[in-house]
């Protein structure tokens, strides 16, 4: 009978010390880390890097990931996600994944360069951008990766929906031991990588800027998508997307004339594309 006491007491005692193990771990990987959402200057500059595009669920980009890691370990690496995934299935989002080859106006090196080529990847640069959406947080062990997934990104939906802000895409980046997340509020179109652009070909994206006083008070992106039925599967997606950080500013009367003679146009021009889709 003492042998089971003295079993059953080493046992709890080995479980209560893995639990405090496991508490510690994920506590050190970032459980109760500071986050601090920003609008402001980008956490990198213009940057060349290698990248693969993938379209799947976000959770499977962790090969791609490896493979990036498995051609140069030295290099810090970048994922962009382009789909909200609360509103585009899974196997429908597209994202890229690889490594920063160089930041600013320094150039790759060439060796590196071609060993990347070699194993399938993609060279494109993004440029420098002034008015961003960023935060970070530790990137010290693999369940800092999760622990950002949960934490950082209802902070940041927050953080836009607040400011009405109009922020894309998602960028993660993993430099000396942190991951800096940004969204981009200026020159948006510059972070799609051409297999991204290729992908959603037939639909056309116009931006429109409405223009106050002394400065654009209001930007309206709308699409128009080519469909077998040009003019009746014709339709517009107005998304209001305010320029300026912490505050709306109220659309006057000529903004919306202004926006009523653009959509005028765009609903024309549409029918002169539709007969050559």
Same mark, same amino acid.
């Given at each position: 009978?003492?042998?089971?006491?003295?079993?059953?007491?080493?046992?709890?005692?080995?479980? #209560?010390?893995?639990?405090?193990?496991?508490?510690?771990?994920?506590?050190?990987?970032?459980?109760?880390?500071?986050?601090?959402?920003?609008?402001?200057? =980008?956490?990198?500059?213009?940057?060349?890097? =290698?990248?693969?595009?993938n379209q799947g669920p976000y959770r499977d980009c962790?090969? %791609?990931?490896? !493979?990036? /890691?498995?051609? !140069?370990?030295?290099?810090?690496?970048?994922?962009?996600?382009?789909?909200?995934?609360?509103?585009?299935?899974? &196997?429908? *989002? @597209?994202?890229?994944?690889?490594?920063? %080859?160089?930041?600013?106006?320094?150039? &790759?090196?060439? !060796?590196?360069?071609r060993r990347f080529q070699r194993s399938g990847f993609?060279?494109?640069? +993004?440029?420098?951008?002034? @008015?961003?959406?960023?935060?970070?947080?530790?990137?010290?062990?693999?369940?800092?990766?999760?622990?950002?997934?949960? @934490?950082?990104? &209802?902070?940041?939906? /927050?953080?836009?929906?607040?400011?009405? %802000? *109009? =922020?894309?895409?998602?960028?993660?980046?993993?430099?000396?031991?942190?991951?800096?997340?940004?969204? &981009?509020?200026?020159? /948006?179109?510059?972070?799609?990588?051409?297999?991204?652009?290729?992908?959603?070909?037939?639909?056309?994206?116009?931006?429109?800027? *409405?223009?106050?006083?002394? /400065?654009?008070?209001?930007?309206?992106? =709308?699409?128009?998508? @080519?469909?077998?039925?040009?003019?009746?599967?014709c339709y517009y997606n107005i998304r209001w997307c305010?320029?300026?950080?912490?505050?709306?500013?109220?659309?006057?009367?000529?903004?919306?004339?202004?926006?009523?003679?653009? %959509?005028?146009?765009? +609903?024309? +021009?549409?029918?002169? #594309?539709?007969?050559?889709?």
């Amino acid at each position: 009978m003492s042998d089971w006491v003295s079993l059953w007491f080493l046992g709890a005692i080995i479980c #209560l010390l893995c639990l405090i193990t496991f508490t510690v771990f994920i506590i050190y990987s970032g459980l109760f880390s500071d986050i601090t959402v920003l609008t402001g200057s =980008a956490p990198i500059t213009k940057i060349t890097f =290698a990248y693969k595009y993938n379209q799947g669920p976000y959770r499977d980009c962790g090969k %791609l990931f490896k !493979e990036s /890691q498995d051609v !140069e370990p030295r290099l810090s690496c970048i994922g962009v996600y382009y789909d909200d995934p609360k509103k585009v299935p899974g &196997p429908r *989002c @597209r994202y890229i994944v690889g490594s920063i %080859l160089s930041e600013g106006e320094t150039k &790759p090196d060439e !060796e590196v360069l071609r060993r990347f080529q070699r194993s399938g990847f993609h060279v494109f640069s +993004f440029p420098n951008v002034t @008015r961003a959406v960023t935060t970070s947080f530790p990137h010290k062990t693999f369940l800092s990766v999760l622990l950002g997934v949960w @934490r950082v990104y &209802p902070r940041l939906e /927050q953080h836009i929906k607040e400011r009405s %802000l *109009c =922020a894309h895409p998602f960028l993660e980046i993993y430099k000396d031991g942190c991951i800096y997340y940004m969204a &981009p509020l200026e020159h /948006q179109r510059d972070f799609y990588v051409p297999e991204k652009l290729h992908h959603v070909r037939g639909t056309f994206y116009f931006t429109l800027c *409405c223009f106050t006083s002394d /400065q654009p008070s209001a930007i309206v992106s =709308a699409s128009i998508r @080519r469909q077998p039925f040009p003019i009746s599967a014709c339709y517009y997606n107005i998304r209001w997307c305010y320029s300026s950080v912490g505050t709306t500013n109220s659309i006057s009367s000529g903004d919306f004339h202004n926006i009523h003679s653009a %959509l005028f146009f765009l +609903f024309f +021009f549409s029918l002169f #594309l539709f007969p050559f889709s």
